[in-house]
């Protein structure tokens, strides 16, 4: 059984992780550690391997050292998060996008307008789901649903910098409704409003 370090409760607290939802991995290797650590639903560990750069030993579920990456911390708690995961088209493209936010799906509407998202300014919500938790998780997996009707497109942002949109999906409505459906319906997934 590991302790955790002064230091490493410090950093804990500043980053908004409570301390006893850590999972100990004191002599356990990523292979063994990974699986337990995700059928408890925990995302961070101690007493991991020491990582290369700084030899700490705090890790994300996935093995990234959380104190080299700090991103590592935000991405794995907007996973956890509060929220919305929301369904997103362009009538003028026939471009589906799924997406989540924790703040209001109509807030995150207007950002994809003004970004011009995919290329597209006339993004419309068509639905939405308020979850209690997991918003990153369902929204991850309604996207592996559809991998199939995934479409990259290049499109200018901001300032005429080029990116990639990644989560276009070219598919009718009805069919991203199914794979949400189906997602949504798990036992562990508890939906506040749909």
Partial sequence: ???L????????????IPIDSMFDATGLSRAEYR??????????????????????????????????????IAFQLRFLAAGYVYVAYSSSKKFVKIGSTERSPLSRLE?????????????????????SGKIGEV???????????????????YFDRPEEAREVFLCSLSVDYKILGSVISRPEISILVC
Wanted: glycine share 8%; net charge positive; with cysteine.
């Fill in 1 to 3: 059984m590991g302790n």
């Fill in 5 to 16: 370090t002064t230091k490493q409760k410090r950093f804990l607290r500043t980053h908004k």
């Fill in 35 to 72: 699986p337990k650590m995700k059928e408890l639903g925990v995302h961070f560990c101690f007493g991991c391997t020491p990582c290369r750069r700084e030899g700490h030993t705090l890790r994300s579920r996935k093995g990234a050292c959380i104190q080299c990456s700090t991103a590592a």
């Fill in 111 to 131: 950002t994809l307008r003004k970004s011009k998202y995919g290329g597209v300014r006339d993004w419309e919500l068509r639905r939405a789901v308020q979850l």
């Fill in 139 to 157: 929204e991850a997996l309604v996207q592996q649903g559809l991998e199939c009707y995934q479409l990259p497109v290049s499109y200018r942002r």
